[in-house]
T-cell receptor, first 111, second 115 residues
Framework: EDQVTQSPEALRLQEGESSSLNCSYT??????LFWYRQDPGKGPEFLFT???AGEEKEKERLKATLTKKESFLHITAPKPEDSATYLC????????????FGAGTILRVKS | NAGVMQNPRHLVRRRGQEARLRCSPM?????VYWYRQLPEEGLKFMVY????????ESGMPKERFSAEFPKEGPSILRIQQVVRGDSAAYFC?????????????FGEGSRLTVL
């Protein structure tokens, strides 16, 4: 059973069309939820850490929020350069230090 | 101010050969993680190492795979007698401490193709 599920698998947006990506998790003892961005042929790049329900973090056109069972990555007025795969990961007491990643959402923003 | 360095970036092996992937963490980082990414799948944890110690190898296949992080030099992920199913991108990440912040710094990966 997947502990971290991301949806949708792929998302196509027009430039300026705001939307949200979802990450749901079923772990117990959550220590933190993390968002990463991955460009084709590159390694993941850290974006945000969220530790507790109700917490929000923002960076440019991205805003990440956290509830007890899921996280959303909101993208406001996206640009083509926001096109990438967005990965969600959790760190939980049952897993020790390692991060457990979801399969990712592939975002394409067309101009 | 180099980031995490992985080499080779691309490696082609025939079935039964050995593959060695190297990872030099960021300067000052003493914790290294290896992840594997199969096409259309997410990153799967393999092993977590500190200098001269394997801390968590719960994601490593029981056979053919080994990892080390010696006192001097890069971390090495070794795959013996490779099979086609080993074809994947292997990513190394490092952190300055225990990584409890979840902020891992990833390399650009080593892409292994097994013919």
């Amino acid at each position: 059973e997947d502990q971290v599920t991301q949806s949708p698998e792929a998302l196509r947006l027009q430039e300026g069309e705001s939307s949200s990506l979802n990450c749901s998790y079923t772990v117990s003892g959550l220590r933190g939820l993390f968002w990463y961005r991955q460009d084709p042929g590159k390694g993941p790049e850290f974006l945000f850490t969220l530790y507790s329900a109700g917490e929000e973090k923002e960076k440019e056109r991205l805003k990440a929020t956290l509830t007890k069972k899921e996280s959303f990555l909101h993208i406001t007025a996206p640009k083509p350069e926001d096109s990438a795969t967005y990965l969600c990961a959790v760190q939980a007491a049952e897993y020790g230090n390692k991060l457990v990643f979801g399969a990712g959402t592939i975002l394409r923003v067309k101009s | 101010n180099a980031g995490v360095m992985q080499n080779p970036r691309h490696l082609v092996r025939r079935r039964g050969q050995e593959a060695r992937l190297r990872c030099s963490p960021m300067k000052g980082h003493s914790h290294v993680y290896w992840y594997r990414q199969l096409p259309e799948e997410g990153l799967k944890f393999m092993v977590y190492l500190q200098k001269e110690n394997i801390i968590d190898e719960s994601g490593m296949p029981k056979e053919r795979f080994s990892a080390e992080f010696p006192k001097e030099g890069p971390s090495i992920l070794r795959i013996q007698q490779v099979v086609r199913g080993d074809s994947a991108a292997y990513f190394c990440a490092s952190s300055p401490s225990t990584g409890l912040s979840g902020e891992l710094f990833f390399g650009e990966g080593s892409r292994l193709t097994v013919l």
